[in-house]
């Protein structure tokens, strides 16, 4: 069983990214990628396979003490630098310092101080025109703005505790799931993952969100594995779960059925039956609320009736749009099911208006990568009959990524985050079962990127007349 990370995988996986993007740039020299997301991506790709090799190394005997304090301090200090970092790049290349095509950045946090400039009154009578699954990140950032002021980075200080925190609560998860090992590589995965720091550096919902989806299932986790019943860990949960439904409501009801799936499938852990009794009802009557609930039934039941008529409309606008792509209105649940755990592809080609996108390129090629072995670890929990140990994060991750993959939002990248932590956890336990005789299937994998990942700028490139 491997402890670490393997410097083998880590040393493949830059020069894949290398090899991909200069191919990219070759083949496709009248859209190269600008120069400036060119060193983004590579930052991200060395970054985060270098450190994930050394830090897996690094911290593998610290006492579990000490390694949590520097998972979270270590994790917290790099979302404040970018941070900071990112305010100061976002007024230099836009003008304001919010991400390109800021649209929801800026209603969020424009609605969001009009609790600390003009009373509460104003501020709840701007939020009955907002969807629920809106009202959380903007009720919390309002709250920020409230006791830090009404200015863009102290409201987004939130973020980077909450990123860290979630490195902190994988830990946990993958811990009781896992050995400690698995469990630190799972941690350092989310500590580095260029995905989960992007989104402290604006004022979009996804760090929160993210946030108490893991603190969800670490609470019901807790319940099923411990032993000792502990009602701080069961109002957590209820409170998670409710948050949950007021950032993605869908997100919730895949939450309440995940957690009913795994205290049914669960056996022997619950110890005394009022306890799994106790947790079916609430789950119940979480349920139940979402049906009675007039708005979470109505944003969920959207979801779900238009759950094709979405996606076919949502891609034939892409197609028709200004400067949008004509071959969208081919992508379907059929082309992005058997992807899901892998898509979004990195955008190494230079597209107007997708910077955001451009500069994420080296982020969503690390998760290109790194989801061959939540693969390959979840093959092997099938295989070996191990995977209902592991139901609550399986049934999460498995869950939400059905749904997004019978969305419009199958391809976008932000849409993948609240998975995203559990298939970086899987991700480690594959990695740890890895021996010599898969070496050969990691070089078929890394190919299969490269290829994906050249097939995919040229679709983005030929869909809009450009080669």
């Known amino acids: 069983m491997l402890t670490y990370f393997p410097n083998l995988?880590?040393?493949?996986?830059m020069a894949c990214y290398f090899v991909t993007l200069a191919l990219v740039s070759a083949l496709f020299y009248n859209r190269i990628l600008p120069f400036v997301w060119m060193l983004f991506g590579a930052a991200e790709v060395c970054l985060f396979f270098y450190?994930?090799?050394?830090?897996?190394?690094?911290?593998?005997m610290l006492p579990?003490?000490?390694f949590v304090k520097k998972l979270f301090w270590t994790g917290l200090t790099i979302r404040l630098v970018y941070m900071v970092f990112a305010y100061f790049f976002y007024d230099v290349m836009t003008g304001q310092p919010f991400m390109f095509h800021s649209a929801d950045e800026q209603v969020y946090f424009s609605v969001s101080k009009m609790w600390s400039e003009q009373g509460f009154a104003a501020f709840m009578?701007?939020?009955k025109w907002f969807d629920m699954s809106d009202s959380g990140e903007i009720y919390l950032t309002a709250l920020a703005c409230k006791l830090l002021g009404p200015y863009v980075l102290p409201a987004r200080i939130l973020h980077g505790f909450a990123s860290a925190a979630t490195c902190v609560l994988i830990y946990h998860i993958a811990r009781r799931h896992f050995v400690e090992s698995t469990a630190r590589m799972a941690a350092i995965f989310c500590l580095l993952m260029p995905n989960l720091v992007f989104y402290c550096g604006n004022h979009l919902k996804e760090a929160d969100m993210v946030f108490f989806t893991v603190l969800f299932v670490d609470c019901v986790d807790r319940l099923l594995v411990e032993k000792k019943f502990d009602w701080i860990y069961f109002v957590l949960a209820l409170v998670a779960s409710f948050a949950m439904f007021t950032f993605r409501t869908p997100l919730g009801a895949v939450g309440l059925l995940g957690a009913f799936v795994a205290i049914v499938m669960t056996r022997g852990k619950l110890g005394n039956w009022w306890k799994r009794v106790l947790m079916i009802v609430a789950v119940a009557i979480g349920l139940s609320a979402t049906s009675i609930?007039?708005?979470?039934?109505r944003e969920v039941g959207d979801v779900w009736d238009g759950r094709e008529e979405n996606q076919e409309v949502g891609m034939e606008w892409r197609a028709n749009r200004e400067g949008g792509n004509k071959y969208a209105i081919y992508a379907s649940k059929s082309v992005f099911a058997p992807m899901i755990f892998t898509i979004p592809f990195a955008s190494m080609v230079n597209t107007d208006g997708q910077e955001n996108q451009q500069m994420l390129n080296g982020g969503n090629f690390v998760k290109n990568i790194i989801s061959g072995f939540t693969i390959f670890a979840l093959v092997l929990l099938l295989l070996n009959g191990d995977w209902r140990n592991h139901t609550l994060p399986m049934a999460m991750m498995m869950g939400y990524l059905v749904v997004i993959a019978f969305s419009n939002f199958a391809h976008s990248e932000r849409f993948h985050q609240p998975a995203l932590p559990f298939e970086l956890?899987?991700?480690?336990?594959?990695?740890?079962?890895?021996?010599?005789k898969h070496v050969k299937w990691i070089n078929y994998w890394m190919l299969i990127i490269l290829v994906a990942n050249v097939g995919w700028a040229w679709f983005k490139l030929a869909g809009r007349g450009l080669v």
Do not use: C, H
């Not at 995988?9 to 996986?13: L, Q, V």
């Not at 609930?293 to 039934?297: A, K, P, Q, S, T």
């Open 9 to 13: 995988i880590s040393r493949k996986a």
């Open 51 to 60: 450190f994930s090799n050394d830090l897996t190394k690094r911290w593998r």
């Open 64 to 66: 579990p003490k000490v």
């Open 125 to 127: 009578n701007e939020m």
């Open 293 to 297: 609930g007039d708005r979470i039934m």
């Open 425 to 436: 956890m899987f991700a480690a336990y594959g990695i740890s079962q890895l021996q010599k």
